[in-house]
């Protein structure tokens, strides 16, 4: 198969849909023949030009954006609006077999269902948990649902979920079940096959041997309830003296709240924001700690539970969404009530204090993940779908 993947963003820093379009494109290009149309969005160093590249045997192909100038407006900077990618959509669409959207609401998805239309050209549709009308542009989500994003989700030969939650969701907005594909997230188990030694993230960090982790990794934004997270820990360190919170990755709009939280809270000293890491800088940061927490308020599916999985490590996460399908309660972590600062502290502290049930845990994880959710068993689904369509 000819297959082509749409995301408007490929660059490191936001790491969700980017790490699924990578991992997948890997695997499919064993057997076909990938290619990724995206934009420069968030690559500053060739922000303003137009490349390709060639990458694990797929072929990515970069454009510029037009309207960079509206980078921070709420419409037209934030869609990554490129004219070149047009112009090679329109020239070379129909040389595919299948095309897969990896988003909705940018216009690299309204060009591409315009096209798709024109040539008859079938296209899958997978909107990593976009659907939900919530957030501080609701109003906006809104508009664009009415003027495109019903149209786009009609049209679609198939979108794929990622679990039985993104499902309804789809259901509820009139797309009708023979064309709703039940697909979770993979990861490629090779990246995890020999972890780094115990220890290289703390020295690299300044941290000490003795030191505990407790680790948070994602995106720094307010659906991600690491606010929730923070004031839990109040309640850790007046228990526990040798550990430490750990935030890793890019600023997503919280960044400023959450230190001032911090330095009003008085706990400088036992948080540390790291930034954004990738390849093995993260998977040490994951090697090195005890517990991996997601305290969102809103999630589908994660990749960094998957990837705490593949580290062995145990999750606590919120009961929300997707989360309370992905973690078995008990077996491979602990499940929270979402907000519930008093429970999510608890139970930090008790996988602190019992190595032996963390262990446990982080083992049926590792299990868990190399069961259901290794790339290549992930992939073969994938390729049913696409079959199916074409």
Excluded at 15 to 38: D, F, M, N, Q, W
Excluded at 59 to 66: I, K, T
Excluded at 252 to 259: I, K, M, N, P, T
Excluded at 297 to 323: D, H, Q, W
Aim: proline share 4%.
């Amino acid at each position: 198969m000819r297959i082509l993947q749409i995301v408007p963003v490929f660059s490191d820093p936001f790491g969700g849909p980017v790490t699924v379009v990578r991992s997948i494109s890997k695997e499919l290009a064993k057997r076909h023949e990938v290619t990724i149309y995206t934009t420069s969005a968030l690559d500053t160093k060739h922000d303003s030009e137009q490349r390709e590249e060639a990458v694990n045997g797929y072929r990515v192909y970069y454009f510029n954006r037009n309207f960079k100038q509206l980078i921070y407006s709420d419409l037209l900077g934030q869609m990554n609006i490129s004219l070149n990618m047009r112009k090679a959509v329109k020239d070379h669409l129909k040389e595919f077999d299948i095309v897969h959207i990896h988003s909705w609401q940018q216009f690299p998805d309204i060009l591409l269902h315009h096209y798709t239309k024109k040539y008859h050209v079938p296209f899958v549709l997978q909107v990593h948990g976009s659907l939900p009308q919530i957030g501080p542009k609701m109003l906006l989500k809104w508009v664009y649902d009415i003027s495109f994003g019903y149209r786009i989700l009609r049209d679609a030969s198939k979108v794929i979920a990622l679990s039985e939650v993104e499902a309804q969701q789809y259901r509820s907005m009139g797309v009708p079940d023979e064309k709703i594909a039940v697909i979770p997230n993979g990861i490629d188990l090779s990246e995890y096959a020999v972890l780094p030694p115990r220890g290289s993230f703390k020295r690299k960090f300044g941290m000490k041997d003795e030191e505990k982790i407790v680790l948070y990794l994602g995106r720094l934004h307010k659906i991600k309830g690491i606010d929730i997270l923070v004031k839990a820990f109040i309640n850790v360190i007046e228990n526990l003296d040798d550990v430490r919170l750990v935030i890793v990755g890019p600023d997503d709009g919280s960044l400023y709240e959450l230190q001032t939280l911090i330095k009003d809270l008085g706990v400088g000293n036992k948080v540390i924001f790291i930034g954004p890491l990738y390849g093995l800088d993260k998977i040490e940061a994951y090697a090195d700690s005890e517990v991996y927490v997601l305290s969102s308020r809103y999630e589908t599916f994660p990749m960094t539970i998957l990837e705490a999985y593949a580290c062995g490590k145990p999750i606590i996460t919120s009961n929300v969404g997707g989360l309370k399908d992905l973690v078995i309660n008990g077996e491979t972590g602990l499940l929270i009530e979402s907000g519930n600062t008093e429970q999510l502290a608890k139970n930090i502290l008790h996988l602190l204090n019992d190595n032996g049930r963390a262990e446990e845990m982080g083992l049926k994880g590792r299990q868990l993940v190399e069961e259901k959710f290794a790339i290549n068993k992930v992939v073969a689904k994938l390729e049913k779908v696409y079959l199916e369509v074409i």
